[in-house]
Nanobody, 120 residues
């Protein structure tokens, strides 16, 4: 099993910044993709950004130029630096990863989510 623990959410004014962190723990053999998704009230969960183990990134069009994803492969961590935040960025943000643990195959894991609220 892999546990994902997110931190860094909170309330921020429009135009402000936040940095989300996610740490994966457990009997991890290897981690492939790591990413962030978000779900606003009444909407489907959507990809925000993801990053491969080699550092290739992908972003939703709505966050390009404002958000930056990075990872630390040694510490099994992924980060999301969010700048120029807008009210429409308000959502619960979830960390996601594809990981393999000892004795199991590759599985998709999710964190518990962290609330980001952009409001004046």
């Amino acid at each position: 099993q892999v546990q994902l623990v997110e931190s860094g959410g909170g309330l921020v004014q429009p135009g402000g910044s936040l940095r989300l962190s996610c740490v994966a723990s457990g009997s991890i053999v290897s981690i492939a993709m790591m990413g962030w998704y978000r779900q606003a009230p009444g909407k489907q969960r959507e990809l925000v950004a993801d990053i491969t183990s080699s550092g290739r990134t992908r972003y939703a069009d709505s966050v390009k130029g404002r958000f930056s994803i990075s990872r630390d492969n040694i510490k099994n961590s992924v980060f999301l630096q969010m700048s120029s935040l807008k009210p429409e960025d308000t959502a619960v943000y979830y960390c996601n990863t594809d990981a393999k643990t000892y004795g199991t195959d590759w599985f998709d894991y999710w964190g518990q989510g962290t609330q980001v609220t952009v409001s004046s």
